[in-house]
């Protein structure tokens, strides 16, 4: 079994910070790529960053040079720290690992429930 436990939505003010946390535990034996969806009422889940194993990062271009993405493999957490927060990054804002149980399974994609991210105007 696995868990992915996300923490640091809330509300904040345009040109504000958040940072996002998300750590995984039990069955674990080696993750790969960790990163963030997010989605909006009514728009489709879009990838808003993902960090490989190997720590690169890639993020879509409306985050570019705002939002980094880190992880630490000694917690098994990934995290995103989001700065000059805009309305139009309000959304649930969800995490996933992509990870091997075992030495012998398969690996999966494993998703945070979401936290919510509201940027007022």
């Known amino acids: 079994q696995v868990q992915l436990v996300e923490s640091g939505g809330g509300l904040v003010q345009t040109g504000g910070s958040l940072r996002l946390s998300c750590a995984a535990s039990g069955s674990i034996f080696r993750i790969n790529t960790m990163g963030w969806y997010r989605q909006a009422p009514g728009k489709q889940r879009e990838l808003v960053a993902y960090i490989t194993s190997g720590g690169t990062t890639n993020y879509v271009d409306s985050v570019k040079g705002r939002f980094t993405s880190s992880r630490d493999n000694a917690k098994n957490t990934v995290y995103l720290q989001m700065n000059s927060l805009k309305p139009e990054d309000t959304a649930v804002y969800f995490c996933?690992?992509?990870?091997?149980?075992?030495?012998?399974?398969?690996?999966?994609?494993?998703w945070g429930e979401g936290t919510l991210v509201t940027v007022s105007s």
């Open positions: 996933y690992v992509n990870l091997k149980t075992t030495i012998y399974a398969s690996a999966m994609n494993y």
